[in-house]
């Protein structure tokens, strides 16, 4: 198997800052690989730096069998990217824009359409409008569509999907799904876990540093102990609740619930009565399989 990305020790600060911390990781060939993490992880920087737009400040990276500092120019062309706020020509239409991309990658629309078309579809419509007039959901069509007309090897976006409708959302990661019959590597990061779970491997990152890197089941699958879901109403009490109780390991929100764990993985006997006393009543509590989210947070703090 061929290893697109070979990143070893990259760090990058700004001042005061490290926004990477000794990052090491690898992309295999036709691999959805997703990094997760909060803003200001490090995230984008570290996809500014694959990219060739940013230098590290130390490390090495190799690109497409390429470095990625020393043979930037020819790296470019092989990479798509799709920069987490849109950055297309908003007084251009939807094919001027496309045109011009595909003019600056020395190629056309026609020689590559069969790669986009299944995005391009729900653009043919307005392919007149300008830019800045789309949807959320067809701006980062366009973007996506942007990206892939000159066929790149590599595909990197950043949140592409942020403050997209739902549905958009579900279309959107079909397509990349796809990106493998045409040999497309796919780099990706998100905020939504359900976004995660569609990747072939994750990378958890928090302050410039790399937590872990698995596939989604096997990072799930390694929160340790027992995990507990409590319901009940008025979150914001129940989770102030739970977090002063002595036996308490962690809480936090989750959806509609809180999320908890305790010492010895049991539920304390006095815990419904201490919550009843606490003014709070009407409380379910089960046991939950953990989620990506939940070993996240586990990591953090251990």
């Known amino acids: 198997m061929k290893t697109v990305i070979e990143a070893e020790a990259i760090s990058r600060n700004y001042g005061k ?40 400040d130390s490390g090495t990276m190799k690109v497409l069998g390429f470095d990625s500092i020393k043979d930037f120019r020819e790296l470019r062309k092989h990479i798509g990217y799709m920069p987490g706020r849109f950055s297309l020509y908003p007084d251009l239409s939807v094919e001027e824009n496309l045109n011009f991309y595909a003019t600056v990658f020395g190629t056309t629309v026609n020689e590559n359409y069969s790669l986009i078309e299944a995005i391009y579809k729900h653009l043919e419509p307005f392919r007149k409008r300008l830019a800045r007039d789309l949807s959320g959901g067809m701006k980062q069509k366009l973007a996506l569509s942007c ?12 949140e592409p999907t942020t403050g997209v409708d739902a549905v958009s959302r579900v279309e959107f990661w079909e397509i990349l799904q796809g990106m493998k019959e045409h040999n497309i590597t796919v780099l990706v990061s ?9 990747c072939n491997r994750v990378a958890l990152i928090q302050q410039g540093q790399i937590l872990t890197i698995d596939t989604p089941d096997n990072i799930k699958s390694g929160f340790r102990g027992k995990l507990f879901k409590i319901k009940a109403p008025g979150k914001f009490k129940l989770i102030n609740a739970v977090r002063d109780h002595h036996n308490t390991l962690s809480a936090y929100p989750f959806g509609d619930s809180v999320h908890a764990t305790f010492f010895n993985d049991t539920v304390p006997e006095d815990f419904v009565n201490y919550l009843t006393m606490k003014g709070i009543e009407n409380v379910q509590i089960t046991e939950s399989e953990a989620h990506i989210e939940d070993r996240f947070l586990e990591l953090m703090n251990i």
């Open 17 to 56: 800052v490290k926004a990477l911390d000794n990052v090491t990781f690898s992309v295999n060939e036709g691999e959805i690989f997703g990094f997760i993490g909060p803003d200001g992880a490090g995230k984008t920087t570290l996809f500014r730096i694959v990219t060739t737009l940013l230098l590290p």
């Open 147 to 158: 990206a892939l007309i000159h066929r790149p090897r590599l595909l990197v976006l950043d």
């Open 190 to 198: 998100t905020p939504y876990m359900d976004e995660a779970m569609r």
